[in-house]
């Protein structure tokens, strides 16, 4: 058989692949498409990985390689594809999700996913690839849409949420006051819901938040019901609106520490 023979039938054989998958691949999906064992399956992937016809993300997941992206560390024309597959359970959050839902006109290069999984957190690079991932609780993990990128569902916070998940730490909403003019555009969006953002809040069951968004709400003139609903969860002691700025001071009557060179209105 000559050689150009051979990679035809390897490019066949893959194509054939890759009309059966997601955009990623697995494993589990050799086995399926090709009826072949495990043993296998992890041959024909690790060979095709070192002929660099795919390249490994992660252990056992592996994204196809274009022949024009050859050579390049950034190979997937949508990077949200890796998200269910290496933050399930978990969802596209903070500063991803606000600028999904138009609530800032502001890009960003990496991608904000809160997860349930015990994974490496923080900053990390992934295929080329920017991610910014927190861990949360298993009960924080509600108040999401599906978004679909070809045959993919991918979870991601819907716009209520998303406020509350920049509130809680603002470095989810990058930034303080970007996160502030993140609940401003909200207060204009048409899917503002101000019953689902409480009802969300209770869901949390964290005090700090009820005053950040009864301090924020008077900061923007909400109307005193919704002010009100704040006041009564407040919980006893002090706690900071942002944790990263180092001079505060303090608003008694939502028990909050503010920044104080914070002007947000400005």
Partial sequence: MSLNRSISKRHQRLAELLRSTLGTIRVDDVVRVF?????????????????GALRRVSHGLYVPVKPTDLGQVQIL?????LVPELFDPGYVAGWSAAEH???TEQMFRSICVLTNKRTGY?????????????????GLVFGLKI????????????PHKTILDMLGDPYLGAGLQHTFDCFKAYLAHSDKDLNKVLEYAVKIDNGALFK???YFGE??????????????????????LDNASKHQ??????RLWVPQNWTPND
């Fill in 219 to 240: 900061l923007n003139n909400l109307d005193s019901q919704f002010i009100s609903h704040c006041q009564k969860r407040l919980t006893k002691g002090y706690s900071r």
């Fill in 212 to 214: 950040k968004l009864g």
């Fill in 35 to 51: 009826n072949v064992g495990r043993p296998q399956a992890n041959k024909i992937l690790s060979n095709w990985h070192h002929q």
């Fill in 101 to 103: 839902w138009e609530l």
């Fill in 147 to 158: 978004i679909w990128k070809g045959p993919l569902k991918i979870s991601i916070s819907d």
């Fill in 249 to 254: 001071k303090l608003v008694t009557r939502w």
């Fill in 122 to 138: 923080g900053n990390r690079e992934i295929q080329g690839v920017n991610f910014y991932i927190k861990y949360i609780p298993k």
């Fill in 77 to 81: 024309e949508d990077p949200w594809i």
